[in-house]
C-alpha cells in the first residue's frame, strides 16, 4: 500500500454495509449536522465527561441545573445540550459513546481525536469538510471558503452562500481543536497527534462501518490519525499492549478483531 494512497477516495462506509446496525452502533449515515450551527465542543465535552455522563438524567443536570458549561442563558444551556447530545450521543444507550467515555478516561492526549473521530461518525457535513482538510499537503492553506465552495459543490442548492460559510468556519474550528489544521483566521494544515488509544476508537469506528484487513488500515477512520500505513500498524499494535484489541499482521495479511473493547463498553451499558 502506498501512503499516498491513504488520503484519497473519502469513502466512509462500505458497500452492503447495514444502515440500521450503523444507526443502532451510533452512527449517523445520512442527514443534517450539528456544524450548521456548532463545533465539536471539546472543551464543553472535556469538562462534561470529568464530571461523569452515567445516563441522560447526568447529562441534563450538569449542563442545566449546575450550569457546567458556563453557559449566560437558558437558551444557551439547553443548544449545549442538544448539541452535544447529537455530537456524541451521551446519555444514550450508544456503543459508539461508551467506547468514547471509556477511552476518553485512558490518554488524556488522545481526547482531541477521540472527539473528532465521534463526531465524524455522527455529523456528515463534518465528513464532507474532510474531503478538503485530510488531503491537504502539510503547511497547506485551508481556508474556510475552499469548505464552503466543496459543501455547496456536494450539496448543490441546498446552502446558501451565507450558511454554507458558517458551516465552513464551525468546521475549520473543529480541526483546529483536533490539531489537524493551525491558526486562527489563516489556518494551515499541520500533523495531528495519533495515539494507541485514538487509532484503537478509530479501529471500532472503521470496522463497523464496513472495512476489514488492509482496506480497514487504509479507510478515513484511520487517515484521522494523520499517519503513515507502517505507523498506523503500529499504534495499533500498541493498543494491543493495553489490552485493546487483537492485530494480526503478516505480509499483506492484516486482522484487526477489536471486541475487546466493544466487550468493555458493553459492559459500561450495563
Excluded at 446496525?21 to 452512527?27: S, Y
Excluded at 458551516?167 to 474550528?173: D, E, F, Q
Excluded at 494480526?248 to 471486541?259: M, T
Amino acid at each position: 500500500m502506498r501512503d499516498e494512497e491513504l488520503v484519497t477516495g473519502q469513502v466512509w462506509f462500505r458497500d452492503g454495509v447495514d444502515q440500521k446496525a450503523l444507526q443502532a452502533f451510533g452512527f449517523r449515515p445520512t442527514g443534517g449536522g450539528t456544524h450548521q450551527a456548532m463545533t465539536t465542543m471539546t472543551r464543553e465535552l472535556a469538562l462534561l465527561l470529568e464530571a461523569g455522563v452515567e445516563d441522560l438524567d447526568a447529562v441534563r443536570r450538569h449542563i442545566v441545573d449546575e450550569n457546567l458549561l458556563g453557559k449566560s442563558t437558558a437558551a444557551a444551556k439547553a443548544s449545549a445540550l442538544r448539541h452535544l447530545r447529537a455530537l456524541y450521543g451521551l446519555g444514550a444507550d450508544a456503543l459508539i459513546s461508551s467506547a468514547l467515555v471509556r477511552l476518553w478516561k485512558l490518554d488524556a492526549e488522545s481526547r482531541p481525536l477521540l472527539a473528532m473521530l465521534c463526531a465524524l461518525a455522527r455529523d456528515p457535513l463534518l465528513r464532507d469538510s474532510a474531503e478538503v482538510v485530510m488531503p491537504a499537503p502539510i503547511g497547506a492553506s485551508v481556508d474556510a471558503g475552499q469548505i464552503a465552495d466543496h459543501l455547496t459543490a456536494t450539496h448543490p442548492a441546498r446552502f446558501s452562500p451565507k450558511m454554507a460559510g458558517g458551516i465552513s468556519r464551525n468546521c475549520g474550528s473543529s480541526w483546529t481543536q483536533s490539531g489537524h489544521l493551525a491558526g486562527r483566521t489563516k489556518k494551515v494544515r499541520v500533523r495531528a497527534v495519533g495515539t494507541p488509544v485514538s487509532a484503537a476508537y478509530a479501529a471500532l469506528l472503521a470496522s463497523q462501518a464496513g472495512f476489514g484487513g488492509p482496506a480497514l488500515i487504509a479507510s478515513p477512520w484511520m487517515g484521522v490519525l494523520d499517519a503513515s500505513s507502517n505507523e498506523r500498524l503500529s499504534l495499533l499494535r500498541r493498543a494491543e499492549a493495553l489490552g485493546l484489541l487483537c492485530l494480526r499482521a503478516a505480509g499483506d495479511v492484516i486482522e484487526v478483531n477489536v471486541d475487546p473493547l466493544l466487550s468493555h463498553a458493553m459492559g459500561s451499558l450495563v
